[in-house]
């Protein structure tokens, strides 16, 4: 039922003008689902308020609730057609008065953790593109049909929702900006190893996938009320630049279970490394940070190891937000592990000399669909140094795509040869010692094979020589400016 909803929710949203991709019809569908899913949750608020003999205070005023102007019922409980908005009235309330009405939310609401602040937050970072009221009166009439009131309904809902936004990601260039492969999640959740009453953080979280797989792999049916308090309040934590992502993260998280999220709208590199105290840091990290991605310098100030690289920022963020014995898997570039760049060196030496990076998974090509660039998994823990690393080369077996994606079975044996470092035809350990010690050059080398080497696109060749261009040319600037 739910999934031919979706289907025919996205046909009608084809007929738009303004819908013209993937990324608008996800966007579109997550405001109606989530007004739908609030008047489900102040239902069951309702009705148990009632069951103790007490009135509930509803969050939206009566005429911006669902069921007066989306899904008016007769006393039957039927559809009331006759006091349903429709047409050039349906769209002129949803743009001129409900909108309006629902971002007010943010500034009276007592707290960014608070529902009513992620009511105005969502509602003021999104437009109605649905310009045709017969449209959007369709697409309501399905919606409506979808219920979130039992577990089993949430969870069907959520994994439809997870297959939009893999379709989303692999619409566009960048795959991976909105979607993880989700083997590859649960993978590094196993390896990182999370526990209840640990803080758990995605400072670049996207559609919060990793948050998500997280409470999936924490969920369990024998949790006390206690526990499932923690998961719900004092758990899950994230922040996200983009509007859309952002956006798109609320909903996932809610759909998974959790009713609140504790995700911020916010620019994380914006934040200042030095401003961060013992109560921001967090006990485990899962990201797959924004790679290729150019900072401005004034962001870059924020950081001791200067780089307009995204990723390299990010690292740096990841590392100093984490508590000493704190746990982090963090995707990255592969070339990570091998550019000379003074940034680069700096960087692996500080994580070197900070952590404890016991294991880099190196994923093949086509790991993510729609990015061009190789990529690795660090996984290190905080608070003692590196003296070895455990390598493990993911082999498939076969040409990863669209059509033939990862899977949990891929990542079956590194999941278990990690928990001991074994070494294997794909696995070996490196001694930090006999690195160079100037370029402390992690790049895979397997032993046991043909040694392999990092061949980069023309295209990530030139990027990287106009980023190191660029990064020569803003210090020759500030040598200039202080021989005046």
């Known amino acids: 039922m739910f999934d031919q909803a979706f289907d025919a929710i996205d046909n009608v949203l084809r007929r738009e003008d303004g819908c013209t991709t993937e990324l608008d019809y996800t966007e579109q569908t997550s405001w109606l689902l989530f007004l739908k899913y609030l008047d489900a949750l102040e239902q069951d608020r309702a009705d148990e308020h009632r069951l103790d003999g007490k009135r509930y205070t509803y969050l939206l005023d009566k005429p911006f609730r669902w069921e007066s102007w989306a899904a008016p019922k007769n006393k039957d409980g039927a559809p009331d057609h006759h006091a349903a908005l429709v047409g050039k009235d349906l769209v002129e309330f949803v743009d001129g008065k409900l909108f309006p009405y629902l971002q007010k939310f943010k500034a009276k609401a007592s707290g960014p953790n608070t529902l009513e602040y992620k009511i105005g937050e969502i509602f003021g970072e999104l437009t109605n ?24 309904e949430k969870h069907e809902l959520s994994q439809l929702y997870e297959e939009k936004i893999k379709r989303m990601g692999n619409a566009g260039r960048n795959g991976g900006e909105y979607y993880t492969p989700r083997p590859l ?8 190893h999370p526990k209840i009453g640990e803080k758990i953080y995605d400072g670049a979280c996207g559609s919060a996938g990793f948050l998500c797989e997280a409470f999936d792999y924490l969920h369990r049916g024998d949790l006390t009320t206690r526990e499932l308090d923690a998961l719900q309040t004092r758990t899950f934590y994230g922040k996200e630049k983009k509007s859309l992502a952002y956006v798109i993260a609320i909903m996932n998280l809610i759909l998974h279970g959790i009713e609140a999220p504790n995700i911020v709208h916010a620019n994380t590199l914006a934040e200042n490394l030095a401003d961060i105290q013992e109560k921001d840091r967090f006990d485990v990290v899962l990201a797959n940070p924004p790679f290729g991605g150019k900072e401005r ?41 091998s550019n000379t760049d003074n940034a680069t060196v700096s960087l692996r030496r500080h994580l070197l000399e900070t952590c404890n990076l016991h294991t880099v998974l190196d994923c093949p090509g086509g790991t993510f669909q729609g990015a061009g660039v190789k990529t690795v998994v660090l996984f290190f823990d905080k608070g003692r140094p590196t003296r070895r690393v ?10 990863l795509g669209k059509t033939n994606p990862l899977n949990d079975d891929d990542l079956a044996e590194f999941v278990t040869l990690q928990k001991t470092s074994a070494d294997s035809p794909q696995s070996w350990s490196v001694d930090v010692a006999a690195l160079d010690a100037e370029t402390l050059d992690l790049s895979p080398k397997n032993p046991a094979g043909v040694a392999t080497v990092a061949r980069r696109s023309p295209a990530e060749i030139m990027q990287e020589i106009a980023t190191l261009d660029a990064e020569s040319a803003a210090v020759l600037k500030k040598i200039g400016t202080l021989l005046k």
């Open 129 to 152: 593109k649905i310009k045709s009221g017969y449209n959007l009166r369709e697409i309501i009439e399905h919606v409506d049909g979808l219920r979130f009131r039992s577990q089993t």
């Open 390 to 399: 455990w390598f493990y080369q993911l082999d498939p077996g076969r040409n």
């Open 297 to 337: 310098p004034e962001v870059q100030e924020n950081f001791p190891i200067r780089t307009s690289e995204t990723a390299s920022l990010f690292l740096q963020h990841f590392i100093k937000i984490l508590r000493a014995g704190g746990r982090a898997g963090i995707v990255i570039k592969n070339t990570f592990l």
């Open 185 to 192: 999640i649960r993978a590094m959740i196993k390896v990182v």
